[in-house]
């Protein structure tokens, strides 16, 4: 940990890492991803090292084993978070409030300090409570100096002797206020910035010295924090300069040690396979004559890619190559619902109410944000949509009507007020033709931007009939290409080993490849 002036900055919390410096750093990256050795790759197989993923065959497994992989699995998915996620950070551990864990924790605390509080009183006063705690800090405030740190070292392992301090005790000669003001001077020392009030407070206190070695306590343990954050930090370049070859060889050390590694990951991809399979037509002489088509391996995996947008977590497992990403992934599905939803009511209202609304952006601005906000939420388990929606659709009547009576129209009639609430309340049933137009238009957009070599140029061209969400389509947009290119770049090999397997293994003469694929297709040339 630095000191005086090179002590760490504050940190500051934060979700994910700003929108276009990741597309541009996983454009960087993709630009090298395995999976584009070449077209051939997927029909032969790579000489490459990286183009030759393996997954270890089932196998009974140790606690040992299992223990490990567990390791492995935390700390992929920390590394993965740090790189992503430029504004990671750990925050204070705290407990819940009413949960048995804090009640132990609080009373074994409570326990220990009425414990040195007693001996402290005594006359003659004890310090062995206070010698083991004046030790623990010894050794936090070492653990917080950097190897060259060797001054401050020697000067805590000199003041904080516990040999001459238990001679010291033994002869009731403790200065135990000079020790807390020294201890508490050397944590301003090297404490970050934003600790700097709670080291002020420390030395303005008028507490006995019980409670003022608990709040000495309580800061340590924030600074414990700053420390762990600022080699975070530290650790981000590092890791964001090796992170494809150290996601890919650290998941490569999880294959080796699971049973049935990829199991999820098949499964998604033949998903795809399957789903292409079946659209693509047959050969130009009839079903029973010419060659069988396949879709190419690349829109194979774009589909697939899609599939991840609408994926349900209740019943189907994420693909293992997913699983770093699955909040940042359930977010954008969130989102994505209730834009749609938003979006698909705006239609209604526009279609039915017609030309007394239509010109008027602060009229729609005011009716998406009221339809965004009562849709809040609507994910969760919890939520009635019929509900909500019939909420929004009374809430939208009386918005129409005042802006409708003070420009001189008629209010809109009680039939066609029932009938605009049957419509938005409508949209729950999924064959409902609105609903299904616009689901279709947005994975028409996120299709677009998957297979486009500079999706950044696309995130701003929505579907006809989306404009309204255009903003948010273009940001979630935006994230959900980011992951999908650096996944592509860490993963790419096993993808185009599981396609190769997928597509040839169960013929013994390779099928005819489809019908020249689109420009499009080539996404992962980027």
């Not at 508490?184 to 008028?206: F, H, Q, V, W, Y």
């Not at 650096?486 to 005819?512: C, E, H, Q, W």
Request: some cysteine; overall charge negative; hydrophobic content about 35%.
């Amino acid at each position: 940990m630095p000191l005086n002036d090179e002590r760490p900055p504050s940190t500051s919390s934060g979700d994910d890492q700003d929108v276009e410096s990741s597309s541009e750093r996983c454009d960087s990256m993709t630009s090298t991803s395995d999976l584009d050795c070449s077209r051939e790759s997927f029909t032969s197989d790579c000489s490459s090292k990286h183009c030759t993923p393996s997954s270890s065959p089932p196998k009974t497994l140790t606690m040992d084993e299992v223990m490990e992989s567990a390791r492995d699995l935390s700390n992929l998915r920390l590394a993965h978070e740090i790189i992503v996620n430029r504004n990671f950070h750990l925050e204070p551990g705290s407990l819940p409030q009413d949960s048995l864990w804090k009640a132990v924790k609080d009373n074994l605390h409570k326990a220990f300090w009425d414990v040195l509080e007693t001996e402290l009183n005594d006359d003659p006063p004890e310090y062995g409570q206070a010698i083991r705690l004046l030790e623990d800090i010894r050794e936090i405030l070492l653990s917080f100096l950097n190897p060259g740190a060797n001054r401050m070292r020697t000067q805590i392992m000199e003041v904080l002797d516990m040999d001459l301090i238990r001679q010291q005790a033994d002869n009731d000669a403790v200065d135990i206020q000079g020790l807390a003001s020294y201890i508490i001077t050397t944590m301003g020392k090297i404490c970050a910035p934003l600790r700097d009030g709670d080291i002020r407070k420390l030395r303005e206190s008028s507490d006995n010295i019980v409670t003022l070695f608990r709040e000495v306590f309580r800061v340590l343990d924030l600074m414990k924090t700053d420390f762990v954050n600022f080699e975070i930090d530290n650790l981000r370049p590092v890791l964001q300069r090796a992170s494809v070859e150290y996601e890919r060889a650290t998941f490569q050390e999880i294959l080796d040690k699971t049973p049935n590694a990829l199991k999820h990951t098949t499964s998604w991809i033949q998903s795809a396979l399957e789903e292409l399979s079946s659209s693509v037509p047959k050969g130009q002489n009839g079903p029973e004559k010419g060659p069988r088509l396949v879709p190419g391996p690349f829109q194979v995996l774009n589909t697939a890619f899609l599939h991840i947008l609408t994926w349900d977590y209740e019943t189907d497992p994420l693909p293992e190559t997913w699983m770093t990403d699955e909040q940042r992934l359930r977010e954008i599905q969130w989102q994505l619902q209730r834009c749609e939803a938003v979006n698909e009511v705006l239609l209604i209202i526009y279609s039915t109410v017609g030309e007394p609304i239509q010109g008027l952006s602060s009229l729609s601005d005011r009716l998406k944000k009221m339809i965004s906000v009562l849709l809040d939420g609507m994910h969760r388990p919890s939520f009635n949509l019929e509900e909500a929606l019939e909420g929004v659709s009374a809430q939208i009547c009386c918005e129409l009507n005042k802006s409708l009576t003070e420009r001189n129209y008629p209010a809109l009639s009680p039939a066609l007020q029932a009938t605009l609430t049957g419509q938005i309340c409508s949209i729950t049933q999924r064959d409902n033709p609105i609903r299904t137009l616009v689901e279709d238009r947005v994975q028409q957009y996120f299709l677009a931007l998957i297979c486009d070599p500079k999706p950044q140029v696309r995130l701003e061209q929505v579907p006809t009939g989306l404009t309204a969400i255009k903003p948010e389509l273009a940001f979630m947009g935006a994230k959900f290409v980011s992951l999908v290119n650096y996944n592509k770049t860490v993963y790419g090999p096993y993808y185009a080993d599981i396609i190769r397997k997928l597509m040839f293994s169960s013929s013994s003469s390779p099928p005819a490849p489809a019908a020249a694929n689109p420009p499009q297709d080539s996404v992962t040339s980027k």
